[in-house]
């Protein structure tokens, strides 16, 4: 059965054009003028856009003593919902735990996905069974290892074990990603502004401020250029740290920074909220700042120096949130986004001319699937790529709210936020899991995506390092010892 999508306008990260799109067998088979299929969806007043790729959430996450509430099913709904086609999760092995056995856990749990998925494989410790293993999570599909600077005496690395991994990942053409926010200096906060009566939810931020986030991504970004390895920096979230990778980046170094939709649009006069609970609802590391940051992000996006938009979907209901009253340091840490993403960063991106509709699909699908090596299988509209599509309709509105959301959990951080530009129809592999704005996702139609390492930026960097290595300078004769 072939589907064709007619009468839309194409929009991809560089080119705005008319035509229909031809689908057989969950591939993209034509693009052109007057094409012909056996059901058609008119896409009539709409764009044509490559499916959102969520490159940072965390589903059925066991932290803080619980279990984020979105597991692979509800999540993966959430995000089809809004317009997004493929999540990457990170796998947590436990410290000690052999990588390949977490890889199991996380494989049963993303079972039940709806849209395709992938993994990040997360280094909470470090030791020789650890360096083999991640050989075989390349192998497995893997090609991006994540490590926490932050979370001290649960994920946390240090700087040796971090530049151990990181070379470790340049050996195999993987990136390493980093949590930015130097977890020493947060958990001294912290134990001072308890100490000083600081219990709420609003100490969390005062706990970690921008300083923190800017100097650890600094220090990742210094130790990836001694290993030799590109840096992926996720939640990038102000303007510190947004500094340290705009720097890199003009001095030519492979690093990449993700802001949140959160920190886009949300800033930390919400933690001063008198209500405890939409404080505590709103705790994420790293926190929402003060405004000033909203501008430097955005520029960010404008300007390329910031590549990709997430959302680290890690959603606690609000008893969830409760197991932090009186004392802020145990409000389980993580915000939902997953099916507002699109729809709010249209709406606050493209509808105010901040960034253009291939800058939207650049840093919501493109370029996510460029630095993760999956590109063009994801993150295109190209004969032969996978039909995860979007057709948008700019004119379709709707309020948020957590009483129609999709998500598992009793609120959203979006509430009452107004978006003009919705999905109509999204495409997962050519199912039609939205259709005209009515969800009818599978669960287990997600498969998993495996993604090669050596990228070409791998391969590139490798290449540069190896030509500037140190070596030693050959000379002709060696002077007598004690002349
Ligand atoms: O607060 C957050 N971001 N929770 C999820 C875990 C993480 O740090 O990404
Ligand atoms: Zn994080
Ligand atoms: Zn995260
Ligand atoms: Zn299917």
């Avoid at 151990?164 to 340049?170: H, L, M, N």
């Avoid at 249209?346 to 919501?364: C, D, H, L, Q, Y």
């Avoid at 009515?438 to 498969?447: P, Y």
């Amino acid at each position: 059965m072939r589907k064709v999508i007619k009468n839309g306008t194409i929009v991809t990260a560089d080119l705005t054009y008319k035509a229909d799109v031809l689908i057989e067998e969950g591939k993209i088979c034509a693009i052109g003028p007057d094409l012909s299929g056996d059901e058609v969806i008119d896409a009539a007043g709409c764009y044509i856009m490559p499916g959102g790729i969520d490159p940072h959430t965390h589903l059925e996450m066991p932290f803080m003593g619980t279990y984020s509430s979105d597991d692979f099913a509800s999540g993966t709904k959430a995000a089809l919902a809004g317009g997004t086609t493929m999540v990457v999760d990170f796998a947590l092995p436990n410290p000690g735990q052999s990588l390949l056995d977490a890889l199991k856990v996380w494989d049963n749990k993303s079972a039940q996905a709806a849209c395709d998925y992938s993994f990040h494989m997360a280094i909470t410790w470090w030791d020789e069974q650890v360096f083999d293993e991640m050989k075989a999570v390349t192998e497995r599909g893997i090609n991006t290892f994540k490590h926490f600077m932050a979370y001290k005496g649960s994920l946390m690395v240090n700087d040796d074990e971090m530049f151990s991994s990181f070379k470790r990942c340049a050996e195999l053409g993987a990136t390493p990603l980093v949590h930015a926010e130097n977890g020493d200096l947060v958990a001294e906060m912290s134990a001072k502004l308890l100490a000083e009566g600081n219990t709420g939810p609003e100490a969390h931020a005062y706990s970690r401020p921008a300083q923190v986030e800017g100097e650890a991504t600094n220090r990742a970004i210094m130790i990836a250029d001694m290993a030799g390895a590109p840096l992926y920096v996720v939640h990038t979230s102000c303007e510190e740290s947004h500094e340290a990778i705009r720097r890199a980046k003009m001095n030519g170094k492979r690093v990449w920074g993700e802001p949140l939709i959160q920190h886009l649009v949300l800033d930390e006069s919400e933690y001063a909220h008198p209500d405890w609970d939409h404080a505590a609802r709103r705790v994420m590391s790293p926190p929402f700042r003060d405004k000033k940051h909203q501008d430097s992000l955005w520029a960010g996006l404008a300007s390329g120096t910031l590549s990709c938009v997430a959302t680290d979907h890690c959603a606690f209901t609000t008893e969830q949130k409760r197991y932090g009253i009186g004392d802020f340091t145990k409000i389980p840490n993580g915000t939902g986004g997953l099916e507002d993403r699109l729809p709010v960063l249209w709406s606050k991106g493209v509808n105010t001319g901040r960034i253009t509709m291939n800058e939207f699909v650049a840093v919501t699908s493109t370029n996510i699937a460029k630095v993760l090596n999956c590109y063009p299988q994801k993150g295109a509209v190209l004969v032969g790529a996978d039909a995860d599509l979007v057709v948008w309709d700019p004119e379709a509105t709707k309020t948020i709210a957590a009483d129609t959301q999709v998500s598992a959990i009793d609120y959203n951080v979006f509430e009452g936020i107004e978006v003009k530009g919705l999905p109509k129809y999204v495409l997962t592999r050519g199912f039609v899991a939205v259709d005209q704005g009515r969800l009818q996702a599978q669960e287990g139609h997600g498969q998993f995506v495996a993604r090669d390492p050596n990228g070409t930026v791998n391969t590139a960097l490798s290449k540069w390092k190896d030509l500037t290595a140190p070596r030693p300078v050959v000379r002709s004769g060696i002077p007598a010892s004690g002349v």
